[in-house]
């Protein structure tokens, strides 16, 4: 056995061993928590803005106090304050086959749970999950993306001066200790990243039966529709694939458009990018591609594109080094890796569409994506979309929102994930929903114990099972 899977399994002993010891915490503890949890994040506000920028070779601070903190806090002060409610037991009925009787399901803390955090969003896509595990009161290790070294080790020292490592644990380390932590027996393990990855954390999870909930991404689509205006979809649109440089999993992928419109989003998109972005030689509001490699991939899906007969159109200057300006790619098809890959960053494919009917059709012909976008008015219209597609979560008229809407559940779906979490789902992910019935001294189910034929049971048959 590795040095690495000796410190994680003897990491995750203790933190086993401590849930034994206190397998029920109670509303007032796992509220103490949250709250301690929150005022280190606004206590860290600075250290993790200059940490996470540091990780990207520039992240915009406002891109991480929006996208990242204020979602966080939100996230956890909606967990604190529904959490009594989520605890309660819920009555069920039970039939009268079964009286006397009191039924109930009591939401249970699962133990030990695994949580693996990308890159991208390093501090909201920890933070999530962890506030929905510690509401439902479960101890948690948490293994941080080693594309984000800065962040990590802020994370792991924060983390550590509010809990015990027998609570929240934070580990570090390359690709391998990844693997090694995903082959632990955890109670529950969330995932989110690439969907390759995705399948050998499933794989290993497999091992001991561990269930998992995976968030993947894939390529996730925006319709414009006939009757909206240009301006209101581009600014939407063009917010939803420019935050963090487009590194976001529900990120817009490809956008379907009416053809004659086609050319005037062109345009409306380039207005809107200038604009929020006017000077993007010096612009401290562009966040960087994370590191070199992502640029190399993102550069050969456009020389791919290109090559294969595409027109890119960039809709800004080149800014500074380890910018990529949001470049929009016509003309493009299903040979093109971008159309068959996840993009992650700022490109844009466009297409031309006829019909609604067509542009539904185009996309229930590809994977189930985790987001989809719709931005029109007409009533019937979004019904259709809604009812005739598959998708993790929808928007119409927007991008992203959803994500950090708290009652709002956020899973994939297909090759876009398994699972929920956020808010009230992410505590039932978290919990284990255990039926209780309850009996009475009164034993009537004597009426059908052996031996069988007496009168008094056929009459039971006779009156349940006619």
């Given at each position: 056995?590795?040095?690495?899977?000796?410190?994680?399994?003897?990491?995750?002993?203790?933190?086993?061993?401590?849930?034994?010891?206190?397998?029920?915490?109670?509303?007032?503890?796992?509220?103490?928590?949250?709250?301690?949890?929150?005022?280190?994040?606004?206590?860290?506000?600075?250290?993790?803005?200059?940490?996470?920028?540091?990780?990207?070779?520039?992240?915009?601070?406002?891109?991480?106090?929006?996208?990242?903190?204020?979602?966080?806090?939100?996230?956890?002060?909606?967990?604190?304050?529904?959490?009594?409610?989520?605890?309660?037991?819920?009555?069920?009925?039970?039939?009268?086959?079964?009286?006397?009787?009191?039924?109930?399901?009591?939401?249970?803390?699962?133990?030990?749970?695994?949580?693996?955090?990308?890159?991208?969003?390093?501090?909201?896509?920890?933070?999530?999950?962890?506030?929905?595990?510690?509401?439902?009161?479960?101890?948690?290790?948490?293994?941080?993306?080693?594309?984000?070294?800065?962040?990590?080790?802020?994370?792991?020292?924060?983390?550590?001066?509010?809990?015990?490592?027998?609570?929240?644990?934070?580990?570090?380390?390359?690709?391998?200790?990844?693997?090694?932590?995903?082959?632990?027996?955890?109670?529950?393990?969330?995932?989110?990243?690439?969907?390759?990855?995705?399948?050998?954390?499933?794989?290993?999870?497999?091992?001991?039966?561990?269930?998992?909930?995976?968030?993947?991404?894939?390529?996730?689509?925006?319709?414009?529709?006939?009757?909206?205006?240009?301006?209101?979809?581009?600014?939407?649109?063009?917010?939803?694939?420019?935050?963090?440089?487009?590194?976001?999993?529900?990120?817009?992928?490809?956008?379907?458009?009416?053809?004659?419109?086609?050319?005037?989003?062109?345009?409306?998109?380039?207005?809107?990018?200038?604009?929020?972005?006017?000077?993007?030689?010096?612009?401290?509001?562009?966040?960087?591609?994370?590191?070199?490699?992502?640029?190399?991939?993102?550069?050969?899906?456009?020389?791919?594109?290109?090559?294969?007969?595409?027109?890119?159109?960039?809709l800004q200057p080149q800014g500074q080094d380890g910018q990529m300006p949001l470049t929009l790619l016509l003309d493009v098809d299903d040979s093109m890796q971008v159309m068959q890959e996840e993009i992650f960053g700022p490109l844009l494919p466009v297409l031309p569409y006829?019909?609604?009917?067509?542009?539904?059709?185009?996309?229930?012909?590809?994977?189930?994506?985790?987001?989809?976008?719709?931005?029109?008015?007409?009533?019937?219209?979004?019904?259709?979309?809604?009812?005739?597609?598959?998708?993790?979560?929808?928007?119409?008229?927007?991008?992203?929102?959803?994500?950090?809407?708290?009652?709002?559940?956020?899973?994939?779906?297909?090759?876009?994930?398994?699972?929920?979490?956020?808010?009230?789902?992410?505590?039932?992910?978290?919990?284990?929903?255990?039926?209780?019935?309850?009996?009475?001294?009164?034993?009537?189910?004597?009426?059908?114990?052996?031996?069988?034929?007496?009168?008094?049971?056929?009459?039971?048959?006779?009156?349940?099972?006619?």
């Amino acid at each position: 056995m590795s040095d690495t899977q000796q410190r994680l399994d003897a990491a995750f002993s203790l933190q086993r061993q401590a849930f034994a010891a206190n397998p029920m915490p109670s509303v007032a503890q796992r509220q103490a928590w949250l709250r301690e949890l929150a005022q280190q994040l606004k206590a860290q506000r600075q250290a993790l803005v200059t940490a996470i920028s540091t990780d990207f070779g520039h992240r915009s601070a406002d891109e991480t106090l929006l996208a990242e903190l204020l979602p966080s806090l939100m996230g956890i002060r909606d967990a604190r304050r529904r959490l009594k409610g989520w605890m309660k037991p819920s009555r069920r009925h039970v039939g009268l086959a079964f009286q006397p009787a009191s039924a109930k399901v009591m939401y249970q803390p699962l133990g030990v749970v695994g949580i693996i955090v990308p890159w991208n969003y390093p501090l909201f896509l920890a933070i999530g999950p962890l506030t929905g595990a510690l509401a439902a009161g479960n101890r948690v290790m948490l293994k941080l993306s080693e594309s984000t070294p800065a962040t990590g080790q802020l994370l792991k020292q924060m983390l550590a001066q509010i809990f015990p490592q027998d609570l929240v644990c934070v580990v570090l380390g390359e690709v391998e200790v990844g693997m090694a932590f995903s082959r632990l027996p955890f109670d529950h393990l969330l995932f989110t990243g690439a969907t390759g990855i995705g399948k050998q954390v499933m794989r290993a999870a497999a091992e001991h039966l561990t269930p998992v909930t995976l968030e993947l991404g894939g390529k996730s689509p925006a319709i414009v529709s006939r009757d909206v205006p240009l301006a209101d979809a581009a600014q939407r649109l063009a917010f939803g694939k420019t935050l963090n440089a487009g590194q976001t999993c529900v990120a817009p992928d490809y956008v379907l458009v009416p053809r004659e419109r086609l050319d005037g989003l062109v345009e409306a998109l380039r207005h809107t990018v200038q604009g929020f972005y006017p000077e993007p030689t010096r612009n401290r509001d562009s966040t960087h591609i994370i590191n070199q490699r992502q640029r190399r991939r993102l550069q050969h899906y456009v020389d791919d594109a290109i090559g294969k007969g595409a027109q890119a159109i960039v809709l800004q200057p080149q800014g500074q080094d380890g910018q990529m300006p949001l470049t929009l790619l016509l003309d493009v098809d299903d040979s093109m890796q971008v159309m068959q890959e996840e993009i992650f960053g700022p490109l844009l494919p466009v297409l031309p569409y006829d019909t609604l009917e067509q542009a539904l059709g185009w996309i229930n012909q590809r994977p189930r994506p985790l987001a989809l976008y719709f931005f029109g008015y007409d009533k019937h219209e979004q019904r259709q979309v809604l009812e005739r597609t598959h998708s993790g979560g929808v928007c119409i008229n927007d991008t992203l929102q959803h994500v950090a809407v708290d009652d709002l559940p956020f899973g994939g779906i297909g090759p876009s994930g398994m699972g929920h979490y956020h808010g009230r789902e992410g505590f039932l992910t978290f919990s284990k929903a255990k039926s209780v019935l309850i009996k009475p001294r009164l034993n009537t189910a004597r009426l059908i114990y052996p031996p069988y034929g007496k009168t008094l049971q056929r009459l039971i048959q006779w009156l349940f099972i006619r």
